[in-house]
């Protein structure tokens, strides 16, 4: 298996629906991210989660909620979403040292594939 | 404002060739910065990365250089081949150890033609 695996790859969903992301990694990695990768626009950090605890919520609106029931899965709960919403959504992971008592070097992010939300 | 800024959307560049990307910064508290590479259809993934106490490093065909007095790095890619086409992300640190402090440029596009 692939070391990071988001599902589904592609999703159209209107504004009034609901759905989620999921996002599963293999590594052993420690913290997990929501990334939002828009036209035009960097990388933007949504969430992170470090052992299982939000560590970071980038005032994201609340029509996306994020969950994380353990270290290998992160969810992205999606409701009433706007045209503007849709993007490629990415989920990462990496080893926090910073979190796991270690001397803190930057550990690279692992991303998978990312979704491909449309809103319409 | 961005403060990492990757000026060219798109570079192309022959086979054999060399490939230069570059990378602007503004934030003189950046102190560590990388590259990632990504395929269509695929996340980004780490190419390189270099700290602010060197001004080159080198992994095989991939060498990136610091100049931190002009706030500009590069990644050199040589000899340049086809399956190096992708976009390429600049992402740099003020936080060392702190992947939720990265700033990301948005990428430049490199075709590398046969």
């Known amino acids: 298996e692939t070391g990071v695996t988001q599902t589904p790859r592609h999703l159209v969903m ?3 629906n609901k759905k989620s992301l999921k996002c599963e990694q293999h590594l052993g990695h420690n913290a997990m991210y929501w990334y939002k990768q828009s036209a035009k626009k960097p990388l933007e950090l949504m969430f ?3 052992l299982e605890e939000r560590v970071e919520n980038n005032s994201v609106p609340s029509r996306f909620s994020p969950e994380c029931p ?3 899965h992160l969810f992205l709960h999606l409701h009433t979403l706007q045209p503007e919403d849709s993007a490629l959504y990415l989920c990462a992971s990496s080893q926090d040292l910073t979190r796991s008592g270690g001397a ?3 550990e690279k992010l692992f991303f998978g594939s990312g979704t491909q939300l449309s809103v319409l | 404002d961005q403060q990492v800024k990757q000026n060219s959307p798109s570079l192309s560049v022959q086979e054999g060739r060399i490939s230069i990307l570059n990378c602007d910064y503004t934030n003189s508290m950046f102190d560590y910065f990388l590259w990632y590479k ?3 259809a695929e996340g980004p993934t780490f190419l ?4 602010s106490i060197k001004d080159k490093n080198e ?3 991939f060498t990136v250089f610091l100049n931190k007095s002009a706030k500009h790095l590069s990644l050199h890619i040589v000899p340049s081949q086809p ?3 992708a976009v390429y992300f600049c992402a740099a640190s003020a936080h060392p150890g702190n992947n939720r402090k990265l700033i990301w440029g948005l990428g430049t596009s490199l075709a590398v033609n046969p």
């Open chain 2, 59 to 61: 992994d095989g065909r």
């Open chain 1, 14 to 16: 209107g504004m009034t």
């Open chain 1, 70 to 72: 353990n270290s290998s």
């Open chain 2, 83 to 85: 399956g190096d086409s």
């Open chain 2, 38 to 40: 990504k395929y269509p």
């Open chain 2, 48 to 51: 390189i990365s270099i700290s």
């Open chain 1, 48 to 50: 992170v989660y470090s």
């Open chain 1, 104 to 106: 803190g070097t930057n």
